[in-house]
């Protein structure tokens, strides 16, 4: 009986794991007949009174065909986004500034948590709890922040400059079994009153479902939320948020007081020596919960690199291997730096779209799909964004002043196969079959297959010309 109950639930797993597989197949049919992408910038702003929020165009065809959206959060020093969670995943560059943030799963205890001392008349000495609450994390410049579906978060802007966070959302994701679309549920506030200024195309807004509303308690009734409370009705009301005229990122005049640790450079540094394996060897997941994972890496770091050719740039990937959670998010991200005209080898991702962010400078980018054709041949400039569908072949050339960009990937270990270079497919190939295959004497073929000893990231060779590049349209 137990061997057959268990034989019936793993036929079930099956069959539900590839239905669910089989309906992001038949969603993304007919969204991917992509003859032509183009770099694409923030179209819709929202503001609120400590930030605004710029989304792109989540009704473009290319973020359709991968089932990705992006948006940027822009925080005014002292400003916090409102807790909110989301039917997807989602991960979090952090451009510019730092600040600390809290990830709310039920039933994870409540580890953060202050005490007053009193004295109970006889009774001797006591405590009374001021407050207590799940853990909260600081993050700073180059830290990606992975976010479970579902799970509530919030983030603080603790710096004197602003804070820019580009956020990535996967609504193609396994987790999420609603449609195509992002749908973010506040648990505060009442983004609906923030002032939007919206982009059109064709006449139609796009403003995105996840601000169209208030907040999830505003639909309740006002005795049944004061009953699931224990509180009074006026206070049952202001949960609602429905004369709230803040938006969805507030002010917090006299800074966040919440209890958290301090942070100081040097544990920095003893976290990055720990990730390294220089403190023993490294965790690999097991010893991970939901409660306790890390969802943090910083990958601006050059120490951290992958990738690394002093002459020409680095990469360096945040991944299922690195931090263990993005294999249950099943995402990835990477950052990359060329310098001035190096070039990262043409290559595609074997398993995953990806989503290309420019986060400094410039860079030409060509993007090749399985007819031969370019569908993208243009200059990428800082905040602007392109994605690459799955297996579609690319290259990227620095411009002058070299060129910096995150990049984010529907898979949690996102795999590169170059078509140039010392682990290429080129390089895989006998002589006389690239002779033949390309009707090229032996000699070109071993020039062709040898002259390119690094792996990635090449240095420029003076070959190209300024005249073969093509203008910025």
Known sequence: MGSSWLCFSLSLLLVLHGTFAQQRYQQQQGQCQLNRLNPQEPNVRIQAEAGVTEIFNPNSQQFQCAGVSLIRHVIQSRGMLL?????????A????????YGILNSGCPETFQSSQQFQQGERGAGSRFQDRHQRIGQFRQGDIIAFPAGAAHWAYNEGNAELVLVVFEDSG????????TSRRFFIAGNPQQGEQQQGQQGGRSLRRQQFQSGNVYSGFEDELLAEAFGVDRETARKLKGQDDQRGHIVN???????????????????????EQGQ?????NGIEETICSAKVRQNIDNPARADIYNPQAGRFTTANSLTLPILNFLR??????????????????VTNAHSVIYITRGEARIQIVDHRGQAVLDDRVRQGQVVVVPQNYAVVKHAENEGVEWVEFSTNSNAMINTLSGRTSAIRGLPVDVIANSYQISRDEARRLKFNREETLIFRASGRSRSSERVAVA
């Not at 994701?173 to 195509?180: M, R």
């Not at 403190?279 to 965790?283: A, D, E, H, L």
């Open 331 to 348: 995402l990835s991200a990477a950052k990359g730096v060329l310098y001035r005209n190096s070039i990262m080898a043409p290559h595609w």
């Open 83 to 91: 807790p909110s969670y989301l039917n997807t995943p989602l991960l």
């Open 252 to 274: 917090i005049e006299q800074g966040l007081r919440v209890v958290r640790p301090p942070f100081s450079q040097e544990q920095e540094e003893r976290e990055e020596r720990q």
């Open 93 to 100: 560059y952090v451009e510019r500034g730092r600040g600390f």
């Open 279 to 283: 403190y023993g060897p490294r965790m």
């Open 173 to 180: 994701n396994n987790a999420n079994q609603l449609d195509q």
